[in-house]
């Protein structure tokens, strides 16, 4: 459709201004006695053509190519993984409460694409880690359940997820980052609290400096 766009758009610009030139040279043959009026006309038009063909096909080219970028850019996107936190609550056992306690949170892959070395770790509020947990490999809709191991005061906490995204498209390996924020308050209950998750953030390509190391290199098998 755009191809036809830009052909029928290419002959309505030289029709324009092949008319205007024909007007031109009547003019010169009619007033002026130019002799080679005819020569001058077809030489005109066809400068006209030339240089208007060449002006809308560096157009189309550019928007072809832009199209292109933007429909890969799009299947990258659509392909990729995407890790978010969750927590889970459960109900307090006597009739008529509405009470809901912390039980644990649920960490899953809601992209399209696996997440490698997944690393997902609590933070307290100078964001120092807590207890961390791993695994190599999430699919997609795949989730894992994540129960701290540490006493959870009264506070704020952030848990965050880590992983690697190998694009298939493009062969680049990105690292990216999920951060939920957390305000914990005990419960009237003896040992029993609520949590009230914050809003997620997603943080993509982060660089080197940034990434958590909860996991030394060293420590991993060879």
């Known amino acids: 459709m755009k191809r036809i766009k830009f052909i029928l758009t290419v002959i309505g610009v030289a029709v324009v201004l092949t008319g205007f030139v024909v007007s031109w040279g009547i003019i010169l043959s009619n007033q002026y006695g130019v ?18 063909l060449a002006y809308f096909t560096y157009r189309y080219m550019k928007s072809t190519t832009l199209m292109a970028n933007e429909m890969k850019e799009q299947r990258i996107v659509a392909s990729q993984p ?3 936190q969750k927590d889970i609550c459960e109900k307090d056992v006597f009739e008529g409460s509405t009470s809901e306690y912390f039980y644990h949170f649920i ?3 809601a992209g399209n694409g696996p997440a490698i070395e997944l690393v997902y770790s ?5 964001k120092s880690s807590m207890h961390s947990k791993r695994v190599t490999f999430l699919r997609t809709n ?4 994540f129960i701290p191991e540490v006493r959870l005061e009264e506070g704020k906490y ?4 880590q ?4 694009s298939r498209l493009t062969g680049k390996e990105s690292v990216n980052q999920t951060w939920l924020p957390l305000e914990v308050h005990k419960a009237t209950k003896e040992g029993k609290i609520y949590v009230a998750p914050g809003e997620l953030s997603f943080r993509f390509d982060v660089p080197k400096e940034n990434l958590l190391d909860v996991f030394p290199r060293s420590s991993k098998p060879q």
């Open 35 to 52: 002799s080679n009026a005819p020569t001058i006309i077809l030489s005109s038009i066809n400068a006209i053509v030339l240089v208007s």
């Open 122 to 126: 609590l933070l307290n509020e100078q």
């Open 82 to 84: 995407l890790v978010i």
């Open 158 to 161: 952030y848990l965050v997820c």
């Open 142 to 145: 795949e989730e894992v359940t």
């Open 107 to 109: 960490i899953w892959n």
């Open 163 to 166: 992983y690697m995204d190998i």
